[in-house]
């Protein structure tokens, strides 16, 4: 097994064991909502950062935050207690930025589809400044040449 296969599962684990170690005996009233929803470990196996999401506002963010600080000593027993690996992971806390990323695409998308509604307002009922069709077509240009050589033969 390579050195980030092993890295990668170990990664898994760690999400998991977290999860439900919050889940589970994690008893802090500042703990909110709180998602993990990826963990990533360096490929020496010394460190690993736990990606998470907390459902509120900033205020819970923060307080949710300061929760999992205080409760990284726990977490990081139970990780060793469960995973069995030589040396256990330190473990660090990081709010994931996917929900304000998600967020802010789907408001660019909302302005997109309000200007597409404001151009076919407008131009609802209108016509084209020319032809509707504004390109030659192959019997066109034979009839324009047929003219050209009709002209040069008087």
């Known amino acids: 097994m390579t050195d980030k296969a092993r890295a990668r599962k170990l990664a898994d684990r760690i999400q998991v064991v977290v999860a439900e170690t919050l889940d589970r005996r994690i008893k802090d009233p500042r703990l909110g909502f709180v998602t993990i929803t ?6 020496d ?7 998470y ?9 923060a307080a949710s935050a300061a929760a999992l600080e ?3 000593g726990v977490l990081r027993s139970e990780v060793g207690r469960q995973t069995g690996v030589r040396h256990t992971p330190s473990l660090a806390f990081v709010a994931d930025a996917l929900p304000d990323n998600a967020r802010t695409i789907e408001d660019l998308l ?12 407008v131009s609802t ?3 084209y400044a020319g032809e509707a069709d504004p390109y030659r077509k192959p019997e066109d240009e034979a009839d324009d040449e047929a003219e050209d050589e009709g002209e040069t033969a008087e």
């Open 53 to 61: 999401t907390v459902y509120g506002d900033d205020e819970a963010r």
């Open 110 to 121: 909302d302005k997109a589809r309000a200007k597409d509604a404001e151009v076919r307002e």
């Open 38 to 43: 990826d963990a990533r470990v360096t490929g």
């Open 45 to 51: 196996l010394r460190e690993a950062t736990v990606f």
């Open 125 to 127: 009922g209108k016509t």
């Open 70 to 72: 205080s409760a990284k």
